[in-house]
């Protein structure tokens, strides 16, 4: 190989008047291939004619700057992993001690002995899953088309030199400019649903079934008890669209019971208020209900329950994610889909390939264990981003994990912030707790995505 | 120059292996292994013919008005000193020449009745027909088996004893299949340098080309491997029509029957090795092989 490369650079010198003439022994000892820098200074230098006898530097001098760099790179790996220990060891030490099933299956509470972060925890699990459902195609598939489908066309080469640029630079933003970016972009949607009639209500929506309620039915029929669920019925009616005229409830209509059994199919009855004849036995009187009372309205709302706009959901924080970690993972696949060395793809493309079998067979497998861990990284990084969620969902008081896309939700960073802004005490050490819990899975994550690459690499080598 | 373009049994070789069928690619490939190509109709017969073929790299000129032809189930040797354009016009013959966005050429370049310069040509189904080998051994990062079935299974739908077969032609083709018959799926990466050149040949003719391009194949070899890639050569081309870039004088010498010396981008001299080896018309070519420069 070397010897190529040395006939290469004098058979060029000879031809090319404009670099200097060497002969073959320099030819040999450089090192650049042909039309490298040329190398006369070397030749010079060592004319004893020209120079008086060069000092030499000491061995010893040069190996006492050897140890100086040791030493010097050896102090500051100590002192990152010092600050790291110490900042781990702190979280650990109040923070073990608060761990507890509570703590990882309750539901945020005012006590803080009795509070925990499930819902945090299934939002955090919500979001980032759709967040990677969503980014690592797209991300991974940018990076392809700006690696290896890039386009004949000078004016198509130049937009995509621009969308790199922009990448690039979008990578450095802050995570708040996202927040807000997500807040008008999928949150409101930039108010395009709002309609005059509607203002409240999302003006499209897909997957949800609307009850209306007609009264809360408790021992006293006339009476809402309300807040203790154990005393709650609804009288449900089906409705065809939440648009139809509000039911007035009438005797003899059909309602469904919402009882413990499920949805059952009961006839109501429906009395005056003011009217003595209120039916005494108890099951009559679970179906009896104000003639006068206005018809509220629940939902059903299945997993795949949408809306537009996207309002405070789940949708809307991971696509915020999406924002946020997008830029991290296209930048890091090119990395590695640049790091497949190009003699694989031309003996692919030899064999008669597309270019789209080159990806799929020989450019993605060499590059998936670099693909993985830049994914992986930007996923650690979703998992702990705090302050985009804090801007689009708020510091919400949410009771249970999301239900659907749409669900509101919170997510355990949050959850600690806002445990941390509190001024009890034992609220700061559930949150030391909180931060070990969210460290774990952190942790879990990586070691499996480190044991998946490595099972990988092993595979390709 | 140019004599007859389109050559009869090209034609009907290549309608033969387009067909899909995995049974007929079978029989294909048997009935290349059964019967070389040694009738004397075919001995002058032309693969290759180029006419007026320039090459630009942006605005830089790479290959100026070649004209020459390449003689059916001949190995054809191009030399010249480095950056002279050899492996230039050896990328056009199979256009890998597409990947390099500045690269652009004018003039006439045909596979038998096929342009291969028109925009309209399926490169996809020419490299098929048209194989190469680089410089540097490239095996995937897969079983060895994997490298040489890669090519088939692009192609073809194939049962997997259908695979096999084709796999143990190739490799034995090639000449490595007794080396490796007993680790076909260890990682290809695992084998020697030869070896791996090798195999990078045997996964070029899996896929049953007609003519075979190889880019300084050796240049990266031992010398032992250099001499069995260059017996393989011999065996080869009763039923290919090879094409080699070479900086080893004696390995033209030994191994081809014609010789084009380039030089600047420019055909200097092609005629059989015999000659240009004992008595070359050129200066340049006399001086080139006799190693006064270059
Ligand atoms: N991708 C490329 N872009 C621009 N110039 C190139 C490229 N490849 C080769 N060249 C130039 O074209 C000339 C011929 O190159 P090449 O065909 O590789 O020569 P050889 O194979 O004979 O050594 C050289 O001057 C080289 O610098
Ligand atoms: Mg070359």
Same mark, same amino acid.
Do not use: W, Y
């Given at each position: 190989m070397s010897d190529i490369d040395s006939q290469d650079d004098s058979n060029m010198s000879a031809d090319d008047a404009e670099k200097p003439s060497k002969d073959g022994h320099i030819g040999e000892q450089?090192?650049?291939?042909? !039309? !490298?820098?040329?190398?006369t200074s070397l030749l010079e230098a060592r004319d004893p004619d020209a120079f008086d006898k060069p000092t030499l530097i000491t061995t010893r001098s040069r190996l006492a700057k050897d140890f100086r760099f040791r030493v010097m790179c050896i102090l500051t790996a100590c002192a990152s992993v010092l600050i790291l220990v110490f900042l781990l060891g702190s979280i650990l030490g109040a923070g073990i001690p608060t761990l507890s099933w509570t703590l990882l299956t309750g539901t945020p509470e005012p006590e803080p002995e009795n509070a925990g972060m499930w819902p945090a925890l299934m939002g955090t699990l919500w979001v980032c899953t759709m967040c990677a459902l969503i980014t690592l195609p797209l991300g991974i598939g940018t990076a392809i088309l700006i690696e290896?489908?890039?386009?004949?066309?000078r004016i198509a080469r130049q937009v995509l030199a621009l969308i790199q640029l922009n990448i690039t630079n979008l990578?450095?933003?802050?995570?708040v400019v996202y927040g807000i970016l997500g807040l008008t972009?999928?949150?409101? %949607?930039?108010?395009?649903? +709002?309609?005059s009639d509607n203002? +409240?209500?999302?003006?499209m929506e897909v997957g949800a079934v609307y009850y209306d309620q007609f009264s809360n039915v408790a021992?006293?029929?006339?009476? +809402?008890?309300?807040?203790t669920e154990a005393e709650e019925r609804y009288f449900l009616f089906p409705v065809?669209?939440?648009?139809?005229p509000s039911t007035v409830p009438k005797t003899g209509m059909l309602a469904y019971e919402n009882s413990e059994g499920g949805l059952k199919e009961v006839e109501i009855i429906a009395i005056d208020?003011?009217? +003595?004849?209120?039916?005494?036995d108890a099951d009559a009187l679970s179906r009896?209900?104000?003639?006068?009372s206005d018809p509220g309205r629940i939902s059903e709302k299945q997993w795949y329950y949408l809306r537009?706009?996207?309002?405070? !959901?789940v949708v809307a924080g991971a696509l915020t994610l999406m924002l946020v970690i997008l830029p991290v993972i296209i930048i890091s696949t090119q990395e590695s889909l640049r790091a497949v060395p190009g003699t694989l793809r031309a003996g692919a493309l030899g064999l008669g390939a597309t270019p789209w079998q080159v990806v799929w067979n020989v450019t993605l497998p060499s590059a998936i264990p670099g693909i993985m861990t830049g994914s992986i990284l930007a996923m650690s990084r979703a998992i702990g981003e705090t302050a985009p969620i804090l801007i689009i969902a708020g510091i919400v008081y949410i009771r249970?994990?999301?239900?659907?896309? %749409?669900d509101d939700y919170t997510v355990m960073p949050l959850q600690i912030y806002n445990w941390t802004s509190r001024p009890q005490e034992e609220f700061h050490n559930i949150a030391a707790g909180g931060i070990v819990i969210l460290l774990a899975i952190l942790l879990t994550f990586n070691a499996v995505a480190v044991l998946i690459r490595h099972r990988m690499q092993n595979k390709l080598n | 120059m140019s004599s007859t373009i389109t050559s009869p049994e090209n034609k009907a070789g290549s309608q033969l292996r387009t067909q899909h069928d995995p049974d007929s690619q079978m029989a294909t490939v048997h009935m290349r292994t059964d019967k070389p190509h040694t009738e004397p109709a075919e001995k002058?017969?032309?693969a290759i013919v180029m006419e007026d073929l320039s090459s630009w790299y942006g605005s830089f000129?790479?290959?100026?008005?070649i004209s020459l032809n390449v003689r059916k189930n001949k190995v054809t040797a191009f030399i010249g000193?480095?950056? #002279?354009?050899k492996s230039t016009l050896l990328r056009w013959i199979n256009r890998?020449?597409?990947?390099?966005?500045?690269a652009r050429a004018t003039g006439n370049l045909h596979l038998g009745d096929l342009? @291969? @310069?028109?925009?309209?040509?399926?490169v996809v189904d020419l490299r098929r027909k048209v194989g190469i080998v680089f410089q540097k051994p490239n095996p995937f990062p897969k079983s060895i088996f994997d490298n040489v079935a890669f090519g088939p299974r692009l192609h073809m739908k194939l049962r997997r004893n259908e695979l096999l077969d084709i796999v143990e032609w190739s490799l034995r083709k090639a000449a490595v299949w007794d080396e490796v018959k007993d680790r076909?799926?260890?990682?290809?990466?695992?084998?020697?340098g030869g070896q791996q050149q090798r195999l990078c040949i045997a996964r070029t003719i899996a896929v049953g080309p007609e003519v075979l391009l190889m880019?300084?194949? #050796?240049?990266? @070899?031992d010398p032992g491997s250099t001499l069995a890639i260059e017996e393989l050569m011999n065996e080869l081309r009763d039923q290919y029509t090879i094409v080699i870039v070479t900086h080893n004088m004696q390995q033209a010498s030994r191994c081809s029957d014609e010789t084009a010396f380039f030089f600047e981008g420019k055909l200097i001299e092609m005629n059989d090795t015999q000659s240009i080896f004992?008595?070359?018309?050129n200066q340049k070519t006399e001086d080139y092989i006799s190693g006064r420069f270059g």
């Open positions: 450089s090192v650049s291939g042909p !039309g !490298g820098t040329p190398k290896e489908f890039t386009p004949r066309n990578a450095g933003v802050p995570s972009a999928f949150v409101s %949607m930039f108010s395009l649903f +709002d309609n203002a +409240d209500g999302p003006s021992s006293d029929p006339f009476i +809402d008890t309300g807040d065809e669209t939440r648009d139809a208020p003011f009217a +003595d004849d209120a039916p005494t009896t209900i104000d003639s006068t537009l706009p996207f309002g405070r !959901g249970s994990a999301p239900q659907h896309l %749409m | 002058d017969a032309t000129q790479a290959l100026k008005s000193p480095s950056g #002279c354009g890998m020449n597409d990947t390099i966005h500045s342009d @291969l @310069l028109a925009s309209t040509t399926d076909l799926h260890a990682p290809a990466l695992g084998l020697s880019d300084e194949p #050796c240049s990266a @070899l004992t008595n070359p018309a």
